[in-house]
């Protein structure tokens, strides 16, 4: 068995064992929903803040989302079991409960759904899962055809767990009206002015179908018996399911039609399942999303996810890797910048990072999420840790732990959505404060930001790291006040001078200068201070060490205190050079670049929390994405286009079942990353967190765009600077930018030196145009000599 | 199959598919566990907040401990499978996960241990669990028997799953040093200043032997494969556990020995299952309870169970009520009293009756909770919701809702004690205050808590109900500052009567008037506003609506507004007799007398919380024991001692398999509560709670003690006046007070008229005797004519 491709818009996944986690992902305006190859589903919608309407079987810990989701028998997934009322066999699809294995299996996401397809003994089961735009709702199509030549005799048993809803009040029972089980409960709440707040909450779940069940059960105890979820009591004997309710007991959403199917014939069912705050919304959801044309709420879906799609189409000699930027990429981008990843209180860097991706996709939501940013900024020009998407919404978490580094994200976010639409425009609008009556442009808002980091540094002019910075925070590395970050030393430098080439395109030149000089005497004090055994130390902690050095025992080298090195211009060729050496030898594997090594396997009291993590998982040592996708821009920054895109390329899984084996997750979005601690425990190295939350995809998409394939906006004008692979001999790729339309194509000339560039039939001089006219559309051809441009 | 009671010190229960839910329960100074017929299990400790070190597979919600804890195939357990290593075959001990039948199966809690003992297929599988008395750990035993009657290959293999530790760090691996399966986790924490709080956590599991296993797996998920719990993938095809770890991955301890039993042969096995600060505890763990005399642990915790042994011994017709009051009774009382439920904020009023129960066992411990109790009293004279056991904790929970009966307990529970005692040197025993640097005398401190609660009353001189009272608390019907209790106007009115007692016989007779005053003029007032329609109304809402009366259409009678209502003397007679005849007509059900009814199935937003919590479970109409005991006490109170009994006896579950089955519990305690609203959703009535915490016990062993089996302290003497039920034709008791030996008789003499007691071979006057003499030996003769005395 293996695992492939179907095509550019579907992934097969054909045996759901050797990837037990690989899973698909659907989103809407309101919800989102991870369903993996076997049938076990997480799904959580806002209502305001992120909920959930199908349950674990205990009462579940409130968290953030989790990476590696667990997933055990009684875990919640949409199951549907198959029983021959002949044979008095029993299987499930699209695997769990009964795992009974099948004599075809395909598992099938879509751009806009996730299908299975199985068959067994003769009767294929094809199972859809889709989304409506709007409602927090599972649209259901159950397919079901006999196969095998001979008329059969079936129970379909969809069997939806719905867990434990409440300690305070749950049931079920089976409305005729509504033909649905309806799943009831109270949230919990002690104090009086909870119940008040929690009086909207949607406290029903629901199953319903298009027509009505032959029979029922709700409790999932009667349902299960003795005979186990791979083997229900219920099930057992022919018997059917007793239309019972819960009381009190932790219910499930289970119908029964019983089927008769001449040979080749099929049956068709559809069904819904979510939350509802009444019987009037189900109604309501009911005849919006049964009583309706199917065929017009898939196009209505299909039609949300185009508008997704992104402005880049390549064709190269890697398929999988045009399949996951021309599809995958720009959705996963889409997905982060249309729902700010289903919280209210998104992180201020993740905010602004996710609106950077969107600038290809949607730029008037970078617009709006610069904005909102801004005027979330504290008159000091310190960002705030969370941006707050609503007034009810307060900040949660992580974000109750100050970070330093927040700052840094307008600038960087700014110059790409500049760069792509040209709406200086922005930079002038007024925006307020949230502790002043003051306002401020945008561009005093950042310039304002960043005066704030100058200003946050110690005696020696380094930046306060207090309770941690980006990704890799150690929280008590600075929480007394002294310890000092080289990373956003390293970040501030970079987003000084990058704010300083927008402001002097605006004509500031005073502040264009004064960050300018900044910048450069924050590189020094960081080569002074932080390079050190051929790389760029972490930080300094409260206790005046400096760590993430080569004489460390554990956390030697950090991948970001290099990557921003080479960004901010700290570091020279040399220098480069040599940090590259040591990357190479400690932190990359099969499996990508490793945010630092070796991770810590005990407490370092002065370094913090990052020891506290598992070694390999996030935090601590794992191939964090986010900072390898920081490490290829860096590399692209420094010209470095063949070591970048083989850190770019490392993060896809592959198409061989060893890969995607080894990392349980099929290719069709990046994680947030991949287990690290490769020479540590070698075992679990390369598995993914299985996570699709991550600011990596607004990056990977970046630099493809604007570094791989290199057409970048310059002021007005364009930029055509492509960096391809050597192990490409040519590629071509269509690209929208400010109204015009690029075709571009790639061809390697080895009788040719250097690099031509002819638009339009005609050559160009260097690798700018000064304009772009909207609606043309520029017929690019980039000619590459043997020595590389 | 049946279940029955095995001897007075042991039950035994023969299916474990009766009642599924059927647990036995240990506890020592610092730990409680919780285990069922079935091998599941659930074990908290003191850390110095209630912790887990077996976890369920997903992240769990920190609450208070729920009833009916629902259980899953991945539920923590004690699972212990064996192999037969010819056929291949497998079962699993006690039940779970294989759930294969068994030939012959017994679940047998005992006092001090709990065990099962399972045979299947020629092997009989006896596996026993103890604790220490000071450390949190568990204590196994296994004895493995050939009983087949040839040779026998095997392989044993206990399976201790630890679930999910921690989201920031777990794992575990095997240290051959410490013959340990050693399971680590890192507390979660975000915050600087939890790191320090959590450093001194436990946060290690570990599994060890008293000699090598075989092979170990800690990886659950590679020990169950595809084959799922029933029949894992690493126990197919003979083969041995792979010697695997877990890395971030969720550990379970599992140990593999191969058995090579010749016909007739036992091998044992020890184990020891808990959580560990670090390898050197586990070490010192290790020495103590496996490197150790089995016998002499066992006798060590024997001695602490026996140490709680009670006062009294009973003999009577009844030998199941003999069985629970002599041995499971006094029991839990010691539970309670000793351990404080295993919290470090009980709630007041849990924390007084629970000390009102240890009267009878070591009175010293409720003079320590008395004295206590009051030094956490404001100099108001308001008590708090919760009492504080040590300088870090905190209130939490429900304890965070404010309610007004606090003051009630402590004239109650100092009652029981100064009978009981004659200790009346506590009341002149200084003590402060929360929240003042005063001094005042235990009296004193009881003396102000009741005028507390006497200001706390409206414009009628009703006192306000708030956030809610005792435990059927409708936490809005008073969130206004309007809304008043009747049953709190009725318990203050008793506790004042009680009170004004004591005062009395301390030579206060000018509190005592007052009180009593108050007391009087409380009655008239209960009667002029809450008596309607033959009840006793629960409360008049802020919007001035009397509720708990007929025509209400739910929430028609509470329990707790009759029977306080009987013992604060505002009942008369003729109202006695309607409240009665409601009581029967509205409450009383096979499986007990309901707390209220109907239960409320739709939110009455004039009344309250109440209404959100499910129709029949605690606090919505459940037949709630601690309530029922009240009412027997209130009866007792009124010379109705037949129905008193009647109320009692019903809280004790059967031994014939119907009831067991019904209520899924065996009679080794009395739960909190039995699932109520019988006439509204019989199928689930009379479910047990399954949860031990409760007052009840308290208030069952006093009633037993002092009102069933009559014999009292008063002042300096003691009260000899049993009664009796007339089903009884005799019974005898012994029972030791104030340091003397009462052997006491009852008999019925149909020749006689009224009553005569001799002690001592001489008939006395009346049943007083003035003075008891310690280290003297009672014996009493009670003979009880036709009509009773």
Chains 1, 2 share one sequence.
Not at 54 to 62: E, L, M, S
Not at 292 to 319: H, N, V
Not at 541 to 570: C, H, M, P, Y
Request: glycine share 8%; aromatic share 12%.
């Amino acid at each position: 068995m293996t695992a492939f491709i179907d095509n550019g818009t579907r992934f097969r996944l054909t045996d759901p064992t050797i990837a037990p986690n690989a899973a698909g992902y659907l989103w809407n305006k309101k919800m989102m929903v991870q369903v993996n190859c076997r049938g076990y589903a997480v799904a959580q919608y806002m209502d305001p803040e992120p909920r959930k309407y199908a349950h674990v079987p205990t009462i579940a810990g409130q968290t953030f989302m989790q990476p590696e989701q667990g997933y055990f028998t009684h875990h919640p997934g949409r199951f549907f079991y198959v029983r021959d009322n002949e044979a008095g066999t029993l299987f499930s699809a699209p695997y769990e409960p009964v795992r009974a294995g099948a004599d075809t299996y395909a598992f099938e996401p879509g751009l806009s759904d996730v299908r299975w397809v199985v068959e067994k003994d003769g009767i294929r089961i094809e199972t859809t899962l889709r989304l409506p735009v709007d409602d927090v709702l599972e649209l259901w199509s159950v397919s079901i055809t006999n196969v095998s030549g001979r008329a059969r005799d079936i129970s379909l048993v969809p069997y939806f767990p719905v867990g434990y809803m409440s300690w305070m009040n749950m049931g079920g029972h089976f409305d005729a009206g509504l033909n649905a089980i309806v799943c009831t409960s109270v949230t919990p709440y002690q104090k009086v002015e909870q119940y008040f707040k929690n009086r909207h909450l949607k406290d029903i779940t629901f199953l319903s179908a298009d027509r009505k069940p032959d029979h029922f059960e709700i409790c999932q105890q009667a349902f299960e018996g003795e005979g186990g979820l791979h083997n229900p009591s219920a099930l057992q004997d022919r018997a059917d399911l007793a239309d019972g309710d819960a009381i009190y007991e932790v219910p499930a959403a289970i119908m029964q039609w019983n089927l008769k199917l001449e040979a080749g014939a099929t049956d068709k069912l559809r069904l819904v399942f979510g939350p509802a705050k009444d019987e009037a919304e189900i109604a309501r959801l009911k005849r919006d999303y049964l009583d309706t044309d199917e065929a017009a709420l898939t196009r209505a879906y299909d039609d949300y996810i185009a508008d997704g799609a992104g402005s880049l189409r390549i064709k190269t000699p890697d398929p999988e890797f045009d399949t996951f930027v021309n599809n995958w990429l720009p959705r996963q981008v889409f997905y982060h910048g249309d729902t700010n990843r289903l919280t209210t209180d998104p992180q201020t860097r993740n905010y602004l990072q996710d609106a950077l991706g969107m600038t290809f996709i949607h730029p008037e939501k970078t617009r709006e999420a610069i904005l909102r940013s801004v005027s979330q900024q504290f008159a000091s020009g310190k960002m705030p840790d969370g941006i707050l998407l609503s007034e009810e919404a307060e900040l949660k978490y992580i974000n109750q732990v100050p970070h330093t580094d927040h700052g840094v994200w307008l600038a960087v976010a700014m110059e790409v959505y500049l760069d792509e639409t040209g709406d200086r425009a922005i930079l002038s609008e007024m925006a307020g404060f949230a502790d002043s009556d003051e306002q401020a442009s945008v561009a005093d808002h950042i310039t304002r930001a960043l005066d704030f980091l100058a200003g946050a540094v110690d005696h020696r002019g380094l930046p306060f790291i207090e309770q941690g910075d980006w990704c890799d925070p150690m929280n008590m590395v600075g929480y007394k006040g002294k310890g000092v970050s080289g990373w956003l030393a390293e970040a501030s430098s970079y987003a000084m001078t990058v704010w300083a080439g927008i402001c002097r395109a605006s004509g500031d030149e005073a502040t264009a200068e004064r960050l300018e000089a900044e910048a450069k005497s924050l590189n020094e004090r960081i080569n002074t201070f932080f390079w050190k055994e051929d790389r760029y130390g972490r930080g300094i902690t409260d206790d005046d060490v400096l760590f993430g050095i080569g004489s460390d025992k554990e956390g030697r080298i950090f991948l970001n205190a290099q990557s921003w090195a080479l960004l901010s211009g700290a570091a020279d060729e040399d220098r480069k050079q040599k940090l590259l050496a040591a990357i190479s030898g400690e932190l990359d594997t099969p499996y990508g670049t490793m945010m630092f090594a070796p991770a810590y396997t005990a407490m370092r009291d002065d370094v913090g929390r990052v020891t506290q993590k598992w070694p390999g998982s996030a935090e601590n040592g794992a191939v964090y994405n986010h900072a390898a996708a920081f490490y290829a821009a860096a590399l692209y920054h420094r010209n470095e286009g063949e070591r970048a895109f083989s850190v770019l390329r490392r993060m896809l899984t592959g198409s061989n079942e060893a890969d995607i084996a080894r990392r349980g997750q099929i290719p069709l979005y990046v994680p947030n990353y991949y287990r690290g601690a490769y020479y540590q425990f070698p075992r679990t190295a390369g598995r993914s967190s299985n996570l699709f939350n991550t600011g990596t995809a607004s990056w990977y998409y970046r630099l493809v765009i604007e570094r791989l394939f290199g057409l970048k906006g310059d002021g007005e004008g364009v930029v055509i600077a492509p960096q391809i692979p050597a192990e490409w001999p040519s590629c071509s790729f269509t690209r929208t930018f400010r109204g015009a339309h690029f075709e571009v194509s790639f061809e390697r000339d080895p009788a040719l030196k250097g690099r031509t560039i002819e638009v339009d039939g005609a050559l160009i001089d260097g690798n700018r145009l000064a304009s772009v006219e909207a609606g043309h559309t520029y017929r690019v051809v980039v000619r590459e000599g043997a020595a590389k441009g």
